[in-house]
C-alpha cells in the first residue's frame, strides 16, 4: 500500500524550531518529487516547499524562505522539513504528499498538527 | 497572489448534481491545464480526485469529472452520495511565479 505517515508536530513557542518528519513506503521514494502543504485553522491549503528526487534543488513559499528547509533521505525513504524561527502564522496541519508527475500530488499523508503559541 | 477561489458551501439531494467553481488567473488555472482537485474528509488523508483538469486517477469513481473554460475550473459530482460529503480544494500550477502551486479556499459539500 502506498503511504505516507507525517510526525514530529508539536507545541512550541513563537521563535522555536521543529522539525517534521514523513516516512514513505509502498513506492519508489527516490523517483518523486516531494512536497509540503499546509492548512491553518479556518484556512484552505497552502504549497509551502517542494525538493527534487535526488535532492539537488527545491523551492519554497515566499512567506517561509529562510527560515524552513526541505530535505530527504533516499536511502531511508523519508522526507523532512525543518523549520526555525516559528511564528504564529506558520501554526498548521502539515501534510506531506507526493508528485505522481510534475503536474499534481496524488499521494498524501494525513499531516501532522504545528501548534506556535507562548 | 490571492488563493484559487472557491464558493464556501455547495449543496445538493442524494442522487443530484452539483458543480463546485474555483476562478484563478491568467498565470495558474488559465495559463495551465494543471488543475487538480481533491476530497478532504476530517482525520483522513486528502485525496485526489481530478488532475490535468479533467483526469479520473484510478478508483475514483466516473460520477466525478471536471472542466475548465477560461481562468475558471469546475468539479461536478454527479449521483451524490452520503460519503460524498466532505471539503473540496483545488489547486493549479502557476509556473516560476511565487508559489509554485495554488489552492483555493475550500469548498463544504453538504449531502442534503
Known amino acids: 500500500e502506498v503511504q505516507l505517515v507525517e510526525s514530529g508536530g508539536g507545541l512550541v513557542q513563537p521563535g522555536g524550531s521543529l522539525t517534521l518528519s514523513c516516512a514513505a513506503s509502498?513506492?519508489?521514494?527516490?523517483?518523486?518529487?516531494m512536497t509540503w502543504v499546509r492548512q491553518a485553522p479556518g484556512k484552505g491549503l497552502e504549497w509551502v516547499a517542494q525538493?527534487?528526487?535526488?535532492?539537488?534543488?527545491?523551492s519554497y513559499v515566499d512567506s517561509v524562505k529562510g527560515r524552513f528547509t526541505i530535505s530527504r533521505d533516499n536511502a531511508r525513504n523519508s522526507l523532512y522539513l525543518q523549520m526555525n524561527s516559528l511564528r504564529a502564522e506558520d501554526m498548521a496541519v502539515y501534510h506531506c504528499?507526493?508528485?505522481?508527475?510534475?503536474?499534481?500530488?496524488?499521494?498524501w499523508g494525513k499531516g501532522t498538527t504545528v501548534t506556535v503559541s507562548s | 497572489q490571492s488563493a484559487l477561489t472557491q464558493p464556501p458551501s455547495a449543496s445538493g439531494s442524494a442522487g443530484q448534481s452539483v458543480t463546485i467553481s474555483c476562478t484563478g488567473t491568467s498565470s495558474d488555472v488559465g495559463a495551465y491545464d494543471y488543475v487538480s482537485w481533491y476530497q478532504l474528509h476530517p482525520g483522513k488523508a486528502p485525496k485526489l480526485m481530478i488532475y490535468d483538469v479533467s483526469k479520473r486517477p484510478s478508483g475514483v469513481p466516473d460520477r466525478f469529472s471536471g472542466s475548465k473554460s477560461g481562468n475558471t475550473a469546475s468539479l461536478t459530482v454527479s449521483g451524490l452520495q452520503a460519503d460524498d460529503e466532505a471539503d473540496y480544494y483545488c489547486g493549479s500550477y502557476a509556473g516560476s511565479n511565487n508559489p509554485r502551486w495554488m489552492f483555493g479556499g475550500g469548498t463544504k459539500l453538504t449531502v442534503l
Open positions: 509502498g513506492f519508489t521514494f527516490s523517483l518523486h518529487w
Open positions: 504528499a507526493r508528485f505522481g508527475t510534475a503536474t499534481h500530488m496524488d499521494v
Open positions: 525538493i527534487k528526487p535526488d535532492g539537488s534543488a527545491s
